[in-house]
Nanobody, 114 residues
Framework: QVQLVESGGGLVQAGGSLRLSCAASGSFSRFNVMAWYRQAPGKQREFVAR???????NYADSVKGRFTISRDDARNTVYLQMNSLKPEDTAGYYC????????WGQGTQVTVSS
């Protein structure tokens, strides 16, 4: 069974930066379109960004220009560089295969203070 382990979250002031990592077991991430999602308290999980196997990326309008998704297939890891963070970015962040999700990992919490 695929395991996804997210890390890199934390508490940061508005305007700050964080880099999230998602380590996938085996070579799962290498052959799939991978995405980051987030879920704030009391809200549904929402799409943040995705990257396909050719490195083509797509972002939610709310993070476009501030977040960058990337992948290192040699390390079976997907990253999310988050810059110019805002309080509304506060959420649990999760990675998964895009659309055809596998079991979710524990996520990593990002808290942005104003």
């Amino acid at each position: 069974q695929v395991q996804l382990v997210e890390s890199g979250g934390g508490l940061v002031q508005a305007g700050g930066s964080l880099r999230l990592s998602c380590a996938a077991s085996g070579s799962f991430s290498r052959f799939n379109v991978m995405a980051w999602y987030r879920q704030a308290p009391g809200k549904q999980r929402e799409f943040v960004a995705r990257i396909d196997t050719a490195g083509i990326t797509n972002y939610a309008d709310s993070v476009k220009g501030r977040f960058t998704i990337s992948r290192d297939d040699a390390r079976n890891t997907v990253y999310l560089q988050m810059n110019s963070l805002k309080p509304e970015d506060t959420a649990g962040y999760y990675c998964n295969r895009f659309i055809k999700n596998v079991p979710w990992g524990q996520g990593t919490q990002v808290t942005v203070s104003s």
